[in-house]
């Protein structure tokens, strides 16, 4: 199974067609959603909706609704549909990688959905097969971490809150005392920059105030 | 498999949490959600039963941090742990990374443990992954129970065949659950980095799964409660960097930056190759981290066509600094003609770096400059010089003039953007002759530089007509809209 590899010219590309899709057909948010779970690129605003999440379950519903198409003797459902009361999403399989999930209000309909996403359907898969038609070879990328560890990772994990002792307490810090908590230094201030040159001064007042002529 | 963005510079890998049931996958996710703060981590989603029991899986999207300027997107899931829940367990291995399995310690569990990694090894066989593809880590948990079997009989009855790392941890009291973390996720980076690298594609010797999986080392009997960090060693590649090297290109790339600017020494006593200079690309070609990502320079870094492009190998004089003949403002505006057949550098240029060239020496500032008094501007325009050997004399215009007034006139040079006019002394001439003069040559180069004409001096009048003129509301398509009770039927039209 190969790695997707998006480079700025492939999240471009998919945006050019997506774009005018979310605008033609007045969508909420238009997504391109690997099978395993993946945002490939968005379009679109939905808010304080996290777009990952969104993924990883429309990718968890898109599989396991594979398994019901195969029950009835589908090889795969191409399309699947969930009305809301206000939202609705529809979800167009692309290829074998690949789906486009879109969600949309009242302000159009399915059938217009439908529509669009028909009219940029062959766009949208010529871009989406550039993406995996790369070379894994041609990629040369550095992530080599050394002794390093992950930043965001906290370090007390052998140490829960709960084992920790109760007393004696923590000592007061140099705060408690009205004391500054960090020793001021000074720190040289930026140069400021450089005066331009003397004739702008010169034009711009002369532009300010023309000359009179009387 | 993973995700590389680089748009977004972001790598997004998935990660699995896999094992019987009720062995602590989701726990470890729980501790892991809420101990990472608020601002790497997204809402944990879990679709469970009404006992807690996980449906279909959990997933928790965590930001780790940057590495080499790319940050880490790590999607964490969980599998139903039942045994009649395989479906769903295929479903959600699709596309793994890694694969944190979580063991229950217990002495009576060790057959579901079996069962459970037996179908795991299906699960990523019908996948058609292969072993060395997906990193394992075996994470035992649940080390506070009373019946837990000692770490040497879990290594020997479980971990005796591959040798997979392995950690302990008591999931419900968060121990151990942010080092199995840490280490499955440098074993997930790692074996991108294998993968990805060129120093260690090209790596002519060692077989990275065998460094990667050390042979077994007989651990003691009674071990304290810590992670064991040691069974996973990184694989070290110092040598093979050294001799991916070549000191030719790197001496063909540094030439054209010492045939560049004025030839003359830099202030410091140091000559302009010695000196630290942004590069994008090390001697290998590959794009270091914190420049932009270019497209084309990313895909093209094959062997055969590193960076620079070949040049021919000439040797090219720098022009002297006291035989140079005199360079008008406007030919020495962005930085001084290189010599025709000179390489240009490409690589930098391209980036926009500062061409740093070194400053022009000036005389000591107690000394006046010579053959005139204090006023170098205002003087006439007719140079004398100071020292004209007489056998130059006869070359006629392009001779070669030693030190003459307009060479000081020139602008200091200092990159392609600013021009840094020499100290004017304030007592010398009166003030607005020198306006008018430094008026007309700053338009000249700015107008160059931009590929714009002038400004003429009729532009103040049409800049205020410009500002007093209003958008006329009745030319849009909204001025058009007839307001109303009819405006539907006016408006049709128009949508």
Partial sequence: MKDMILFPEDIDRLNTVLAPLVTKAKLLLAVLINRDGRVLTHQGNLGQVDIVSLAALVAGNTASTLAIANLVGEAEFEAMYHQGKDKNIYIDSLDENTFLSVVFDDQTNIDRVKVFIRQFERQLKEAVHLVYAKDEDQIDLDLDMGNSSFQHIPQEDSQPQSRQPAYPPQQPSANDFGYPQQAQYYQPQPTPPATPPFGQYVQNKRRQHPPKVE | ?495
Wanted: glycine share 6%; hydrophobic share 30%.
């Fill in chain 2, 1 to 495: 498999m993973a995700s590389i963005n680089y748009a977004a510079r972001e790598i997004s890998v998935k990660i699995v949490y896999y094992g019987p049931g009720l062995s602590g996958k989701t726990t470890n996710l729980q501790i892991i959600h809420r101990k990472i703060p608020q601002e790497h981590k997204s809402d944990m989603v879990s679709l469970a039963t009404e006992t807690d029991r996980t449906l279909f899986f959990d997933f928790l999207p965590l930001d780790l941090g940057t590495i080499k300027g790319f940050s880490t997107k790590f999607q964490l899931y969980t599998v139903p742990g039942q045994v009649y829940y395989n479906a769903t367990r295929k479903l959600v291995l699709r596309g793994v990374d890694g694969v944190v399995f979580v063991a229950d310690s217990a002495a009576d569990k060790m057959p579901e443990n079996f069962e459970s990694f037996k179908n795991l090894e299906d699960n990523l066989a019908e996948y058609h992954y292969k072993r060395e593809e997906v990193p394992i880590l075996i994470q035992y948990n649940k080390r506070d129970l009373p019946n837990a079997l000692p770490i040497d009989e879990l290594q020997r009855q479980f971990n005796n065949k591959y040798n997979f790392p392995w950690t302990e941890a008591v999931a419900n009291k968060g121990i151990g659950v942010f080092d199995s973390l840490k280490l499955i996720g440098k074993i997930v980076i790692d074996s991108l980095n294998k993968k990805y690298s060129r120093l260690s594609r090209g790596a002519p010797t060692g077989s990275p799964s065998k460094t990667a999986a050390p042979s077994p080392a007989p651990q003691p009997a009674q071990r304290p409660m810590q992670p064991q960090q040691q069974q996973y060693q990184q694989p070290q590649q110092p040598q093979q960097q050294q001799q991916y090297q070549q000191p030719q290109q790197q001496q063909q790339y540094q030439q054209p930056q010492q045939q560049r600017g004025f030839g003359g020494s830099m202030p410091g006593g140091a000559s302009p190759s010695q000196a630290p200079k942004p590069q994008a690309f090390s001697h290998s070609g590959i794009l270091q981290p914190g420049f932009p990502a270019h497209g084309q320079q990313l895909r093209s870094p094959s062997p055969d066509a590193a960076y620079p492009p070949a040049e021919p190998q000439q040797q090219h004089h720098a022009p002297q600094e006291e035989g140079r003949p005199p360079v008008s403002l406007q030919q020495s505006f962005p930085a001084p003609k290189p010599q025709p057949s000179a390489p240009v550098n490409e690589g930098q240029q391209q980036y926009g770096f500062v061409n740093f060239e070194p400053l022009p020496v000036e005389p000591a500032p107690g000394t006046p400059p010579a053959g005139s008094g204090n006023a170098p501007f205002m003087s006439s325009g007719t140079p004398v010089p100071t020292v004209m050997p007489a056998d130059q004399k006869s070359e006629g215009e392009n001779a070669p003039v030693a030190q003459t007034e307009k060479a000081e006139q020139k602008p200091r040079v200092s990159n392609g953007q600013t021009v840094l006019y020499p100290q004017k002394p304030k007592a010398a001439q009166p003030r607005t002759q020198i306006d008018e003069r430094d008026y007309s040559v700053y338009h000249i180069d700015s107008a160059q530089q931009s590929g714009q004409q002038p400004p003429s001096s009729n532009d103040s009048n049409d800049a205020e007509e410009s500002d007093i003129r209003m958008p006329n509301k009745m030319n849009t398509p909204q001025g058009k809209q007839q307001k109303g009770f009819l405006s539907k039927f006016f408006n049709r039209e128009e949508q």
